[in-house]
């Protein structure tokens, strides 16, 4: 699917400090509807930073962040608005325990959305037969394996019809059995032409699926470039070091 | 032993009894009660204390027990316990001095609490939704005219209740109030907004740094001294108000330990789906947080149960203090051992019950949390 020119996401100028620490600097990046972006770097680098941002887990002091039409300033007035359109997938996927896999899926689509219960249900079925686990309906996020507990994650997320989703780290915390079964997931969320941010290091998922890697390090954006020339003909030193490092082993 | 001896091939061993020693009632004792030298010692000596006190006690509560009616000390005539005292004066102890022809209200409003809390907490009992509106609901409105009077009914004034009745009318309104509000300090401890904060902190360590019998003292004799002339609360439904206060602050504190074991990540998880801050909180931190804090509440609880015995100081006479006063009319003189052994078997009957229940729905909520 192509990528259009409108623009969904648009960060402007955008700093952001921990105390005296200077995380982000000077962000510019505009993503467009239906595009892909990977974005790697150092650990410390800033880029769970920068997503997070996006869905205002994180505040910032200074620039503009604008998604979906819907401007995030420095005092997050809308922050509600935006956290509807935008899904968000973590590290430690951060089901809900108490709940079972189904109701952490219908929970936000019924109590956000205001949907009818028996609508959010087959909703959420349909989304976990796409993620390959309609079986695990009933179960609680505690009896499932890593890799399926973050496909429910993924499941969630799409359950509110995000506009955009983030991915934090997704297979960071797996077992390296179970990342191809997340990564297969992600593939197949990318062929249906949802606009993707990408925190990860799978360099292989970065080839196969991404319109543009972002290298990022001290905070700031690097270089970026579409996958092929990224990886075959890196511009920076630093982005050299850094691939050097995670490609030769 | 021929089964052990004999060789199978691999991947066709069929599965056997474990030896006759590690089942049934002889393997027990030999894990549970003398699985080393010590244990042998520890079981033995237990054994003889067993030996020591509960025969005797069995013997004073039951077998040379006075189990007949009779209206004085003299109709104790064995040396056991004088179960004819709690007989005679068991009006008394169970509703103080309530009218005894109003005396079926008590009965119709506790009963009608047992019915509603069973229909509640049994887990196979449906329409849980209705039972929990009419006991929060309707049920309190209901118990205040059956047991104060009022729409027709008699009135009785609270300076006439006592005995269990008083017992149960003081924690009941304490427990049921006092959760909610403390979950609302929790809640306000932790808040962004400084003023909320900042009060809720206040409150806490105010109340409690207070003895309660001071709390109760306050209310009763010092409370009414800043109110206008001819203006006056109800001088139990103050002591209720403090004991609810007293017994939030705690458990808001236990509370908030439940809520600082919820991870980042659930509220970020909560966040990032869109949830305000009170569907967040009412969805997904607090029923993990006062799961994990069921312990601390019931002790609590009980703890609020135990306290109700104070309103003896500021002139209300609950279960305790009438057992006492029993003890101390001339015609029952020497009779404090009985009025203490059976106010500790009802204390001790609800106190268990709580306990158990809590134990009940800690398990019946584990859903594999812990990773």
Redesign the interface.
């Known amino acids: 699917m192509q990528v259009s020119d409108e623009v969904m996401i648009s960060m402007d100028a955008v700093h952001k400090w921990y105390g005296q620490f200077h995380v982000l600097k000077d962000i510019n990046l505009a993503v467009h509807k239906g595009e892909r972006i990977v974005i790697c770097g150092p650990s410390g680098s800033g880029k769970s930073t920068l997503i997070r941002c996006i869905?205002a887990?994180e505040e910032f002091q200074e620039g503009e962040i604008v998604v979906d039409g819907i401007e995030l300033g420095p005092n997050l007035r809308r922050v509600?608005e935006v956290?509807?359109e935008?899904?968000?997938v973590?590290q430690?996927?951060?089901?809900?325990?108490?709940l079972t896999v189904l109701e952490n899926l219908t929970?936000?689509p019924i109590?956000?959305r205001k949907m009818p219960r028996a609508k959010a249900e087959e909703a959420a079925m349909l989304y976990l037969t796409r993620v390959k686990i309609p079986e695990q309906a009933k179960k609680?996020p505690?009896?499932l394996s890593g890799g399926q507990q973050q496909r429910v994650a993924i499941a969630?997320?799409l359950c509110?019809n995000p506009k955009v989703m983030l991915f934090d780290e997704p297979t960071s915390a797996l077992d390296p059995e179970m990342i191809k079964e997340v990564l297969d997931v992600m593939i197949e969320l990318a062929q249906s032409g949802m606009t993707m941010i990408c925190v990860t290091h799978e360099m292989g998922f970065a080839r196969t699926v991404a319109h543009r890697v972002i290298f990022m390090d001290q905070g700031e954006i690097i270089e970026q470039n579409e996958p092929e020339r990224f990886f075959n003909n890196p511009q920076s030193e630093r982005t050299k070091l850094f691939l050097s490092q995670i490609l030769h082993h | 032993m021929a089964d052990i001896a004999q060789r199978h091939e691999p991947g066709h061993h069929p599965d056997m009894a474990p030896p006759a020693s590690e089942i049934g009632v002889i393997g027990w004792l030999r894990k549970n009660l003398f699985s080393s030298p010590l244990n042998t010692v520890l079981t033995l000596v237990a054994a003889y204390i067993i030996y020591l006190i509960v025969p005797p006690l069995i013997d004073w509560a039951i077998i040379s027990a006075n189990w007949g009616e009779g209206t004085s000390r003299a109709a104790c005539v064995k040396s056991g316990a004088c179960w004819t005292m709690i007989r005679a004066r068991f009006g008394l102890l169970m509703y103080g001095f309530y009218p005894a022809d109003l005396r079926w209200r008590v009965d119709l409003t506790f009963v009608t609490q047992f019915i509603a809390m069973a229909a509640l907490l049994i887990e196979n009992v449906p329409y849980k939704k209705y039972s929990a509106i009419f006991l929060f609901c309707i049920y309190p409105i209901v118990a205040f005219f059956l047991l104060y009077g009022g729409l027709g009914l008699q009135h009785v004034d609270t300076s006439q209740w006592g005995g269990l009745m008083l017992t149960l009318v003081l924690s009941t309104t304490g427990i049921v109030a006092s959760l909610p509000l403390g979950v609302l300090l929790a809640l306000g401890r932790r808040s962004n907004l400084p003023v909320i904060r900042l009060l809720s902190i206040g409150f806490i360590e105010f109340v409690r740094g207070v003895p309660l019998i001071s709390v109760l003292f306050m209310a009763s004799v010092v409370f009414p001294l800043f109110l206008p002339e001819g203006m006056n609360f109800n001088k139990l439904l103050r002591a209720m108000a403090g004991i609810t206060l007293f017994s939030a602050a705690y458990i808001a504190e236990v509370v908030r330990g439940g809520l600082q074991a919820i991870p980042k990540?659930?509220y970020?998880?909560?966040?990032?789906?869109?949830?305000?801050y009170w569907?967040m909180n009412l969805?997904?931190v607090l029923?993990?947080a006062l799961?994990i804090s069921i312990p601390g509440i019931v002790n609590s609880f009980i703890g609020l149960f135990m306290d109700t015995t104070l309103v003896l100081i500021i002139g209300q006479i609950e279960l305790l203090g009438m057992a006492q006063s029993s003890a101390r009319d001339p015609n029952w003189l020497g009779t404090i051992n009985t009025a203490l052994a059976f106010v500790s078997v009802v204390y001790f009957s609800f106190c268990f019950s709580m306990s158990r229940y809590s134990q009940y729905l800690e398990r019946k909520?584990e859903?594999?949390?812990?990773?």
């Open positions: 869905n887990l509600d956290r509807r935008v899904g968000m973590f430690h996927f951060n089901l809900f325990p108490h929970l936000a109590w956000v609680y505690g009896q969630r997320s509110m | 990540g659930q970020e998880g909560a966040m990032s789906l869109g949830l305000n569907k969805l997904i029923p993990q799961r909520l859903t594999g949390h812990k990773r």
